[in-house]
């Protein structure tokens, strides 16, 4: 099999698992709905109970798991390829972190109860100054601890002041929500934070998927790439405002959600011959499937305990991360 | 040995100089700082004139005490063991979740702490209350409140209320089930509690698909607005949650009310019993009168 | 008209002039060598060349001024190998080499046979076909550096600029890749090297451009450029040069005395 027909198969598989999961993730709940009595309540247009709850609860919390997914998975592809960096991740280099803190300072002050689109702003500029000051640090030569130091910088920087902001808070329950910013969750999503946050997610999916061919040519490094033809600062704007659009209104209504821009492209790497391009859609689907999968999980594991999205991919993503690092090491020996 | 014998040495000089007046237990006690909302409401209400010193500053939130107002009177303290100790006082009352290491602190230092452990029905209430008026030397107001309380109690549930079904819908999905003292409210007021009927004992979790599902008559929720926001709020504005509880069907149930034990905490029952018999003009069954 | 023709050209990097009043004119199927110590400004100037460093002066490519062409443009008249080889992802060397091909495809199009066929062509000129489904990563710095130029090859540009391209070969290679640009340059296209090897450069290159400290000290064919006079005062050594039929051989052979010892 040539290697366009394997990337086409595997496409067309995870887009497939996708579906089913996206399906899978309709019919999981705390509420006892018979699976296909609430498939049928979804299409209904009647105004009963299940309905209700299928339409405004279980729908847009599928639809931010599939679309979050993609979002954390094709930036992570995306940044990897970006900074020829296998580490690179928007959790891990402080973009969800900053994104989280930009959203808290626009919920908390009240300023997105006033203007509803303050929330993704304010979430997209935060993670915009985290991807500016990353690729700062980095340098032309983007080595890869120098990226991974400086986004724990950010990161660290980024909790303190959500965590500070939260305790100013006059509402006692903000405190609380620490663990829903530091860990994300899809709990209870409304289709309101759906319309509020796919825009920016689709646009930011636009330009991020329009690197492909400039990512690929990175693969020899930034010089070479110029030299090919291709436009280094445009590729920088795109890489960097598409980041920050899609994570950052990704992370405005789920929370900073770590490792699956991380470990997604890193699986999906050897079956699309390593190319970065194809490795954009690729991963896309990817981190569908496991935002899609963990979100199910978290809802049979521990129903009625609302665990954290975080926990689950730190969980699997933590030893991957250790792993890479272990290997990277290797070969700078 | 040596460390126990400085540490003794050390809390012996602490002491001579934080007491001029001695400790003693079986005396009234004429200086008294309370560190907890729930024993600071308690102590507002039985204190004689000058005794209680000071309370925590959450006595005077209005989201978090029903004596909000009356907390102005008093010194704030925010349960640091320094200033606890700077205040001198003779006896100082908290809560068994207060600060542990403040009262173990206070404890070590020779003050003599009081605790109370929170209420998990009206049965403790009235024991705390009793309590807090022995040691405070107020045996007499103490039973006069116990007094006032079950009179309430039982023009409570004289009133004949036909099945309403009240879902305690609080930030974060919390509710309140068997075992805990909001239920013991619900049950005075003469609604059933759906936490119950799902079987959700002590603090649990109400998800708001089980929510919408249930159908409850009667929704109270704590929504309001002068607390700021958090993301806790959202959940009142989901659209699932906005279609069920549109109409009558929700009703605002203030936490001070519920949040300690004490003849406020009637003043819920109160509320949510006036928001059942105004429910739809149907639902409500006003007894054999 | 000339491939490459640059005027007055000034750079500077880090507050450094690197390079000062460069004039270099470079014709169809000319095969130049660029010589110098280190630090002389070889690099530089092929990266000013690609308008990859900022630089003030007059940069002609096919007689377009560089600085106004679109940079899919220029990647047509221009090709590069650079100095750095490293491979960021285990990419075929396959793909790899078809990288060189982007310059010729819009943005979502497939390869056509033009496209195969380049690559197909620079596989084989730099004898790497064997090596096609190997994964770049996990090839000898050899093997890379003739894989990276194979990827030059396929972006069939006229002009092509390379930076140390022999450095880390074996001398079999090192021949066999003075031969591809020798050939290169027999079918109209311009090659521009950077090395450090003089013999290679004397042998191979049909005019050598001499560099030192950001400054062109002499331009022309390998034997006026190569003088032991030159060479000893650009490079400091003493080398033996001698004329034979099969071209010019250089052999440096000790460090020249600096003055200071000529006066002891």
Redesign the interface.
């Known amino acids: 099999m040539t290697e366009t027909a394997r990337y086409r198969l595997l496409i067309a598989v995870l887009a497939m698992v996708v579906a089913l999961l996206f399906v899978l993730s309709l019919t999981v709940g705390p509420a006892e709905v018979a699976p296909l009595q609430g498939l049928s309540a979804l299409f209904a247009d009647d105004d009963s109970l299940i309905g209700l709850v299928m339409r405004e609860i279980r729908l847009p919390r599928a639809i931010l798991g599939l679309m979050i997914g993609a979002t954390l998975g094709l930036s992570g592809a995306a940044l990897q390829g970006y900074l020829r960096n296998p580490l690179a991740e928007p959790g891990l280099i402080g973009v969800s972190a900053s994104a989280s803190l930009g959203a808290v300072i626009a919920i908390y002050t009240g300023l997105s109860a006033l203007m509803p689109l303050a929330l993704p702003l304010m979430a997209l500029a935060g993670a915009l100054c985290a991807v500016l000051v990353v690729r700062l640090m980095a340098g032309a030569d983007a080595r890869p601890l120098s990226v991974i130091l400086a986004g724990v910088a950010v990161s660290t920087f980024a909790g303190a002041m959500t965590s500070l902001a939260l305790n100013l808070s006059p509402n006692p329950f903000a405190a609380m929500e620490i663990m829903f910013w530091m860990l994300g969750s899809l709990t209870d999503r409304s289709m309101i934070h759906v319309w509020l946050a796919a825009p920016f997610m689709v646009f930011g999916w636009l330009m991020l998927a329009s690197l492909g061919r400039a990512l690929d040519a990175l693969t020899l490094g930034h010089e070479t790439a110029a030299s090919m033809g291709v436009d280094m600062r445009r590729v920088q704007r795109l890489a960097v405002i598409g980041t920050a659009a899609s994570v950052g209104a990704a992370t405005a209504v789920a929370g900073a959600i770590g490792f699956v821009g991380l470990i997604v492209p890193h699986l999906l790497r050897p079956l699309v011959g390593a190319r970065p391009s194809r490795l954009l859609l690729a991963s896309a689907l990817g981190g569908a499937t496991l935002l899609l999968a963990a979100d199910i999980l978290v809802r049979v594991v521990a129903p009625g305990r609302d665990l954290k999205l975080g926990v689950l991919t730190a969980v699997v993503g933590a030893p991957f991360f250790l792993v890479l690092v272990l290997r990277a090491r290797r070969q700078m020996a | 040995m040596i460390s126990g014998w400085c540490r003794r040495f050390l809390v012996a000089g602490l002491l001579w100089a934080a007491s001029p007046a001695g400790i003693s237990a079986a005396e009234t006690p004429r200086r008294v700082v309370s560190m907890n909302v729930c024993t600071d409401q308690m102590a507002m209400l039985l204190a004689d004139k000058g005794q209680l010193y000071s309370v925590s500053y959450l006595a005077a939130d209005a989201?978090?005490s029903a004596l909000a107002d009356d907390a102005k009177r008093y010194v704030l303290n925010h349960g640091l063991a320094e200033e606890i100790f700077l205040m001198k006082p003779d006896l100082v009352i908290a809560g068994t979740y207060t600060t542990r290491t403040t009262v173990d602190l206070l404890k070590r230092l020779g003050f003599v702490v009081e605790e109370f452990a929170p209420e998990v029905s009206i049965a403790e209430v009235r024991t705390n209350l009793r309590r807090m008026g022995k040691i405070l030397g107020r045996q007499q107001r103490a039973d006069a409140l116990v007094a006032a309380m079950d009179a309430e109690i039982a023009r409570l549930q004289a009133m004949n209320l036909s099945e309403v079904e009240l879902a305690l819908y609080y930030?974060?999905?919390f509710t309140f089930g068997s075992g805990t003292l909001v239920a013991d409210i619900v049950g005075i007021a003469g609604l059933e509690n759906l936490a119950e009927r799902l079987g959700i004992s002590g603090t649990?979790?109400l998800?708001?698909?089980?929510l919408?599902?249930a159908?409850p008559d009667l929704i109270a929720v704590d929504a309001s607005p002068d607390?700021?926001?958090?993301?806790?709020?959202q959940?009142f504005?989901?659209?699932?949650f906005r279609?069920?509880s549109a109409g009558h069907r929700s009703v605002q149930l203030d936490s001070r009310y519920t949040i300690c034990g004490g003849p406020f905490t009637l003043i819920a029952a109160g509320i949510l019993q006036q928001a059942a018999m105004t429910l739809g003009g149907v639902k409500p069954d006003m007894g054999k009168r | 008209m000339s491939r490459l023709a640059v005027s007055n050209l000034a750079a500077s990097l880090g507050g450094n002039r690197v390079l000062k009043d460069i004039a270099l004119d470079v014709g169809p199927g000319e095969f130049v060598g660029l010589i110098g110590p280190n630090g002389a400004g070889k690099s530089t100037l092929l990266r000013a060349c690609l308008g990859l460093v900022p630089s003030s002066g007059d940069i002609l490519i096919d007689g377009q001024d560089l600085r106004r062409m679109a940079p899919q443009d220029l990647a047509r008249h221009v090709s590069y190998v650079a100095q750095d080889r490293d491979i960021a992802w285990p990419i075929t060397v396959e793909a790899l080499v078809d990288l060189g091909r982007q310059p010729h495809r819009g943005a979502f199009a497939r390869p056509t046979e033009g496209d195969r066929a380049a690559v197909e062509a620079a596989l084989e000129r730099m004898d790497i076909i064997a090596l096609r489904a190997r994964r770049a990563t996990d090839l000898s710095g050899g093997e890379k550096a003739r894989v990276l130029i194979a990827r030059a090859l396929a972006q069939q540009a006229g002009l092509l600029l390379a930076d140390e391209p022999v450095a880390g070969l074996d001398p079999a290679h090192q021949l066999a890749l003075m031969q591809v640009f020798r050939d290169l340059a027999r079918h109209g296209t311009s090659v521009v090297a950077s090395m450090h090897d003089l013999g290679l450069a004397a042998r191979w290159c049909d005019r050598l451009v001499l560099l030192e400290g950001g400054r062109i000290v002499a331009d022309g064919p390998p034997a006026t450029v190569l003088t032991a006079d030159l060479l000893r005062r650009v490079y400091g050594i003493e080398a033996y040069v001698t004329e034979t039929g099969g071209g010019l051989v250089v052999q440096p052979t000790r460090l020249a005395q600096t003055k200071n010892e000529q006066q002891n």
């Open positions: 989201s978090t930030a974060n999905g649990g979790k998800s708001l698909e089980a919408v599902l159908r607390r700021g926001p958090a993301l806790a709020r959940t504005d989901h659209p699932a279609a069920i």
